[in-house]
């Protein structure tokens, strides 16, 4: 587990640079204050593995600088890039909110600073902050989103290079990441 820490720059969540971006755009004070209070903040390497497919979620993550891929395996040992999350994005909620184990691994693309928030402390903020608990429905919603969009580009009955042209496309300029 990382080290209690705060930001680099000294950013907390109400003033950090993704705050108006996705998670915590909508977040009241309240929720931004308590979110602060549970805060680990470490800056890994690039190539470092945030955590792994199949791993017992033991928190999120939100990348506040750098880029990090997000990706599964196949039982052939394929790699499936799934997408490249970008800062503001919260990663592993699904898991931490299902207690499942994580479905995707995430690994660094570059040098990154990451804020991790334990699972219990996380699940204890979405309990007592509406707001917070409607911002995860979101991110998830957006996630589900975005898979559907995937599945039938991909499963669609369409030219192999139109289906890697839209998918492209969509992933480069389309994502609500990349905003």
Same mark, same amino acid.
């Given at each position: 587990?990382?080290?209690?820490?705060?930001?680099?720059?000294?950013?907390?969540? *109400?003033?950090?640079?993704?705050?108006?971006? %996705?998670?915590?755009?909508?977040? /009241?004070?309240? *929720?931004? +204050?308590?979110? &602060?209070?549970?805060?680990?903040?470490?800056?890994?390497?690039? %190539?470092?593995?945030?955590?792994?497919?199949?791993?017992?979620?033991? %928190?999120?993550?939100?990348? &506040?600088?750098?880029?990090? +891929?997000?990706?599964?395996?196949?039982?052939?040992?394929?790699?499936?890039?799934?997408r490249v999350a970008q800062p503001g994005e919260v990663l592993g909620l699904a898991s931490v909110i299902s207690n499942t184990p994580c479905r995707t691994s995430v690994?660094?693309?570059?040098? /990154?600073?990451?804020?991790?928030?334990?699972? +219990?402390?996380?699940?204890?903020?979405?309990?007592?902050?509406?707001?917070? /608990?409607?911002?995860?429905?979101?991110?998830?919603?957006? =996630?589900?989103?975005?898979?559907?969009?995937?599945?039938?580009?991909?499963?669609?009955? =369409?030219?192999?290079?139109?289906?890697?042209?839209?998918?492209?496309? *969509?992933?480069?300029? %389309?994502?609500? &990441? =990349? =905003?």
């Amino acid at each position: 587990m990382p080290a209690k820490s705060g930001p680099e720059n000294g950013e907390n969540c *109400a003033t950090c640079s993704v705050r108006d971006r %996705g998670f915590f755009r909508n977040l /009241s004070g309240a *929720a931004l +204050k308590a979110l &602060d209070a549970i805060r680990f903040t470490t800056t890994y390497p690039e %190539g470092a593995i945030l955590f792994a497919e199949g791993e017992t979620p033991r %928190g999120v993550m939100v990348l &506040d600088r750098g880029c990090a +891929k997000v990706s599964m395996m196949s039982r052939e040992g394929r790699i499936l890039i799934l997408r490249v999350a970008q800062p503001g994005e919260v990663l592993g909620l699904a898991s931490v909110i299902s207690n499942t184990p994580c479905r995707t691994s995430v690994e660094t693309l570059e040098r /990154s600073q990451v804020n991790f928030y334990q699972r +219990k402390e996380f699940l204890r903020i979405l309990r007592e902050h509406g707001d917070a /608990s409607l911002a995860a429905v979101e991110q998830l919603s957006q =996630r589900y989103a975005m898979v559907c969009d995937q599945a039938r580009l991909i499963g669609l009955f =369409r030219p192999v290079p139109e289906r890697l042209a839209r998918f492209l496309l *969509a992933w480069t300029v %389309g994502s609500p &990441d =990349r =905003r």
